[in-house]
């Protein structure tokens, strides 16, 4: 099993920018992909970036590329989300995620976090 841990949610102004971070515990060697989905209210929840264990593999949902960054730290089994340029859009709850195999179907992967709140104004 493995457990995820994110923080950095809050309010920000449009323009700005946040970070979030997602911290990983457990069977960690049993997932190859971990990543960040968003679920806005009334929504369906969506990917928003993915990467693998080496890190050197990073895909981006269409509406994020050029303002969001992923990245990971393995010496601390820490994943970041760094985000720029915030819009209104970008309002939703972000999870965390961690599977072994890489999609963006939610139920492809096995681990998520509780979430953390990201509100644009």
């Known amino acids: 099993h493995v457990q995820l841990v994110e923080s950095g949610g809050g309010p920000v102004q449009a323009g700005g920018s946040l970070r979030l971070s997602c911290t990983a515990s457990?069977?960690?060697?049993?997932?190859?992909?971990m990543g960040w989905f968003r679920q806005a209210p009334g929504k369906e929840r969506e990917g928003v970036t993915i990467t693998n264990t080496e890190g050197d593999l990073r895909v981006y949902d269409d509406s994020v590329k050029g303002r969001f960054t992923i990245s990971r730290d393995n010496a601390k089994n820490t994943v970041h989300l760094q985000m720029n340029s915030l819009i209104p859009e970008d309002t939703a709850m972000y999870y965390c995620?961690?599977?072994?195999?890489?999609?963006?179907?939610?139920?492809?992967?096995?681990?998520w976090g509780q979430g953390t709140q990201v509100t644009v104004s």
């Open positions: 457990g069977n960690i060697g049993s997932v190859n992909y």
């Open positions: 995620t961690a599977g072994s195999s890489l999609g963006w179907d939610p139920a492809e992967y096995n681990y």
